[in-house]
């Protein structure tokens, strides 16, 4: 079958193929292995660069774990994202998080987000890569279904009032007083209402002064090592969250 997709990672397999994960339109995350296509001429060319979207053919069979691609016409290569290392580190971060947590069935709302999201990036001036960032992170969660609930309190859904409020990233949002203690860490106001913004994509993206966007990138990671991850930080968010690039 063939499907819009964008190639997320990329592994040599023995001497000559490739096996590549991607995102698809219409089987959602799938392992494929393109035979071959390490050879000078190979039919996939070096079309087969993480986050390269084109058209897959698949040879797809239910129930295996490792599909065959047939053929990867490439239409959009990043070009621009390679050269602007918080962009591509955020990309990275899209990438790692579809690759790890969208279903390998079909799931349109994460396959069209993550595109747009590669295009927005591209696209973004190098000062609001951020921010961007974080709102197409915090889509993204949301997306996969585990939007934090910022409203009520998760454990008895009593509402919770604005001002400061404690926020359980294990819990999955935040806790009103009685439950919270007073041992809880607080999320400020404005971080609170920050964090709305980049959750609402409909709202205009909230201004971070450096000292905030590193706590909403804290905030995001530990949400997500919570909720999404087994095991601690994934390594494309590790490196987004040290921003090794602005040392260079
Ligand atoms: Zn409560």
């Known amino acids: 079958m063939s499907t819009p997709a964008i190639v997320l990672a990329t592994l040599r397999y023995r001497e000559s193929s490739k096996i590549v994960r991607l995102a698809t339109l219409e089987l959602g995350v799938q392992s494929v292995i393109a035979k071959g296509a390490l050879r000078p001429k190979s039919r996939f060319g070096a079309s087969l660069q993480v986050l390269s979207e084109g058209s897959a053919i698949i040879h797809y069979r239910d129930r295996r774990d490792l599909q065959t691609l047939t053929a990867f016409d490439p239409s959009t290569v990043r070009m621009a994202l390679a050269e602007n290392l918080a962009a591509f580190a955020t990309a990275s971060v899209l990438a790692e998080m579809m690759l790890r947590?969208?279903?390998?069935?079909?799931?349109?709302?994460?396959?069209?987000?993550?595109?747009?999201?590669?295009?927005?990036?591209?696209?973004?001036?190098p000062d609001a890569v951020d921010v961007v960032g974080l709102r197409l992170l915090w889509q993204l969660v949301r997306v996969l279904g585990f939007a934090p609930e910022m409203t009520a309190c998760v454990r008895d859904g009593a509402p919770v009032m604005d001002g400061a409020v404690a926020f359980s990233p294990g819990e999955g949002g935040v806790l009103c007083r009685s439950c919270a203690g007073p041992a809880a860490r607080l999320l400020p106001s404005d971080s609170r209402?920050?964090?709305?913004a980049l959750l609402d994509a409909s709202a205009p993206l909230p201004h971070l002064d450096e000292r905030h966007a590193a706590a909403h990138r804290r905030l995001l990671a530990?949400?997500?090592?919570?909720?999404?991850?087994?095991?601690?930080?994934?390594?494309?968010?590790?490196?987004w969250l040290g921003r090794a690039w602005e040392a260079a």
């Open 193 to 196: 209402s920050d964090l709305l």
């Open 101 to 125: 947590f969208s279903p390998s069935e079909r799931h349109p709302e994460s396959y069209h987000l993550v595109r747009r999201g590669l295009d927005v990036l591209e696209a973004s001036p």
């Open 222 to 239: 530990r949400y997500v090592e919570y909720h999404l991850a087994d095991g601690g930080v994934p390594p494309a968010m590790t490196f």
